[in-house]
């Protein structure tokens, strides 16, 4: 599923969080939102996800419109850094919150979800984990459980916040590679947001350079790392190495 943005501004009281931003995503393709803290990246998650709203602007899967209810509940999965599993329930039962919470007529049977969750934890590297309690677990482990409970729904579209941005240096690049490798096995349109160049550098196919609500560069992360387009981007990726 392709995603377009277009000329998307979004204001907080008076503060200009994001001006005119224009960008779209390719079916399948795994995009990096990068910037430094307070750059627009969340704010812009949030308006692609329908979580939040443009004061300006679009927001189209397929050329649907998110601000339709249907679109986002039915093809959208997030990982947030923060984004809490349910602590009273097994890893199994929050793995499928997405499909339990669905009306009768659309929900999985009973033996169908439990199907799906056995794979899910194959997927995500954690069978016979499904009744632990999240608690019993590590934090690679539970954004692994948070990344599963995203996929369940069977999302067209994945968007992460800093999913990994909370565990140290040698998780989080194991856990990106797997991610990578996982997106090319599945062709999910991919998002995710991160200030960590070498991160976007490694996972995506192109990068978004954002600073002060406003894309300074977009193209293949290769190329904004070896022909920064702006002062800002040259500094931001300069100052960082
Ligand atoms: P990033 O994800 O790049 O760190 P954010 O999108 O979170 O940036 O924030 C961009 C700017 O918008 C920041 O200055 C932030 O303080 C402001 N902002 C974000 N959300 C709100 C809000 N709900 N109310 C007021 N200001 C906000």
Redesign the pocket.
């Known amino acids: 599923m392709g995603i377009d943005i277009k000329s998307v501004n979004k204001r ?2 008076g ?1 200009e ?2 001006r005119d931003v224009n960008l779209s995503v390719a079916p399948g393709e795994f995009l990096a ?1 990068l ?12 308006i692609i996800a329908g979580l ?1 709203f443009a004061d300006e602007g679009q927001v189209l899967f397929d050329g649907h419109d998110v601000s339709e209810r249907s679109v986002r509940d039915r093809h959208v999965g997030f990982v947030f850094q923060h984004y809490a599993l349910f602590k009273h329930i097994t890893v199994a039962k929050n793995i499928a919150f997405g499909l339990e919470v669905r009306p009768r007529a659309s929900r999985p049977s009973r033996q169908d979800i439990d199907e799906r969750v056995q794979r899910l934890l194959q997927l995500v590297q954690l069978p016979g984990l499904g009744g632990r309690y999240p608690s019993q677990l590590s934090g690679g482990q539970r954004q692994r459980v948070a990344l599963a409970r995203a996929l369940a729904i069977e999302p067209k579209v994945l968007l992460l ?1 800093e999913p990994f941005g909370a565990l140290d240096a040698k998780v989080r690049k194991e856990l990106r590679r797997w991610l990578r490798k996982l997106h090319d096995e599945m062709g999910i349109t991919t998002v995710f ?1 991160t ?1 960590d160049q070498e991160e976007a550098l490694e996972i995506a196919d192109r990068v978004v350079v ?1 600073s002060k ?1 406003v894309i300074e560069q977009v193209g293949p992360a290769q190329e904004v790392y070896d022909q920064p387009a702006t002062p800002f981007v040259y500094d931001f990726l300069g100052n960082t190495n």
């Open positions: 907080f009281g503060f969080a994001l939102l910037g430094p803290s307070g750059s627009g990246k969340t704010t812009l998650l949030r939040e916040d947001v200030h954002m609500g």
